[in-house]
């Protein structure tokens, strides 16, 4: 298995180690000329009519929904999650547009305030320019469609910098948004270097930045959003908790557990990464867990039967393995898996896990389900706010009401009730804390890059 050049763009599969391909990065002078080309698009972009925009989602809707096979093939060979996963996101990309040519018109309508007699306010939402996106590779389609539709139906244009291992994805979405007819300039794909980030949030043309990627990444881009004053959205890293009221059903929620924590080999923001329950049931759940967890099938993300494809690089596996051993060197018990063959992470289950520990503090993004056993509500309640980060708690009970009344008192993005958590294009994304600020997604990610520009009309 070979690591991969992250100061370079490079494809390589991560299940068998063959490199696909190389991309040059752009020079400075090339960029530029991306950038004057994303500018000049942008101002007769702004000009088209809404449903001009939205017939081009349209088209672009359409193409992933017939070519969802084909698109899926090339996030397995490019990132290792199993075919049917990738397949699925590509169709979820699908759904995000038609979400926007449903009811964008709604949201950008804009508001009239009727002041005093013979005065009027009107709030207008007005596009802003270019906004630069900088996407991760764990979901490779989903993540830069989730930031591109919305930023592209308010009338601005984007420059998209994917990351440095999925770069044949990051190809394939500029061919799409081409084949759907986007003028040439609406969306562009750029391969640069990190360093090259600060320059270009610098420019006049650049009005936003979204990021989804790490906490570090996070304050880096904050602090030159920060310096150029330019609005940014972050969506970061994440800890969810699941948490299994003492009345839950244990069959229930290990189904649910195990979804949420297993998908996309554990490689996501929102995965159930410490999942709580109650400590007289403790060994009930460790065995039902363990049940499920050794039944995964691991291995070749393109058959049909694989549940666990590889960690996308090499080094992620590596990291995790890394965070399993300290843990475990620090009180936890390895139940299941813990072994790791390459980019291959055996599906692991870690029980007697506690503040303190890597498997606790850190995000752990690999195929491993930690157990946390709590005594009452109110200790629960504080282990799943001990940590930095505040993107979502799943509660399960059948006693919704109690679960409601727990609303408040977590520190998070989100709290779904009887569900593991998941994005869906109605519903506002995002989190508090170090998971970043800001929301994708349903109306919010839509107003998240636009001039909300106040009008009054004086007619005395
Ligand atoms: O790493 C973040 C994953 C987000 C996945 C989703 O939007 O469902």
Redesign the pocket.
Known sequence: MVYHDLNSFESINPFTGEKYARFELLKSSELEEVIAKAAEASRKWRKTSLKERLKHIENLAQLLENESEHYGQIITLEMGKPLKEAVAEVK?CALACRYYIEHSTAHLKGRKVSLEPGRQAEIHYEPTGVVLGIM?W??PF??VI?FAIPTLVAGNTVLVKHAPNTPRSALMLQQLFIRAGFPQGVYNNIFIHTSQVENLIAKREITGVSL?GSTRAGRAVAALAGRYLKPSVL?L??SNTLLALPDANITKVADQAVNARFM?AG?????AKRILVPAEKYDAYTRELTLRIKKLKTGNPLLADTQIGPLARLDLAELAERQVEESLRAGARLVTGGSRSGTLFAPTLLTDVKPGMAAFDEELFAPVAVLISYRNEKEAVNLANNTSYGLGTAIFTNDIERARKLIPKFQDGAVYINEWI??DPRLP?GGVKDSGYGRELSKEGLLSFVNIKTVVVNNN
Request: with cysteine; proline share 5%.
């Open positions: 979820k991760p764990n979901f989903w993540q989730r989804t969506e890293g994440g996309n490689q996501s923001c929102i995965s998941h994005s994304f």
